[in-house]
């Protein structure tokens, strides 16, 4: 048995949100669609799909391609990482916002992950170990998240996404996976980022796959 002492030191840990797909995303256009785009936050750390200076930004991902123009159905394809201790600020809240040209954008919902009862819960570590190789940490489940508005109370819209929370050991030696899913038989071109750098483009051809892993920037 581990002393509780030691259990409730922080430790530090790597967080890696994959986020798939959206759906039923509602509309805040006037012609019912959206223009999605997502920002991650933990704790003091943010991460936002249009953060950063415009013109440090990498010039095969540009501004217009990161957020998803006009949809209900958004295909975002997208990583983020970032570190944490934990026990500590474990609240990791995924929300979906509205790009807008002329006004402030909105935030479209939101749906929030406590990391502790992840990492301390014997059955969420125990997924997917059957399946971790060498080269791939165990498969955690996607999962359908729904997005909250504090002005609704009906969903507004579901992401397709999952969460690794991985210690530092586990970082090194397991880089970001890269991920797609086909939602149609016709290949079409694709892209996927992380923590907002192109990282990969190719066709989509078949369902859920994984690719070559990748090394996280
Ligand atoms: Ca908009």
Redesign the pocket.
Known sequence: MIPMRELMKPKDYVVRVYVLTGTKIVG??ANGK??PYLKIKLGKKKISDLSGSKKNWDKDFPYEERYIAATNEPEFFRSYEMTCKLPGASTLDVQCW????FSF??LIGHTEIDLEDRIYSKIWKNFGTKHQTDDRLALKPAELRTLWSTTSGNPQGYLKMWVDVLTVEEAKQYVCVCVYHSLETTPRSFKITHNNLLKHTGTLVSTYRNHHPRSSS
């Not at 509205?98 to 040209?101: C, I, R």
């Open positions: 805040k256009d959206s223009d509205d790009w807008d040209a954008d909105d």
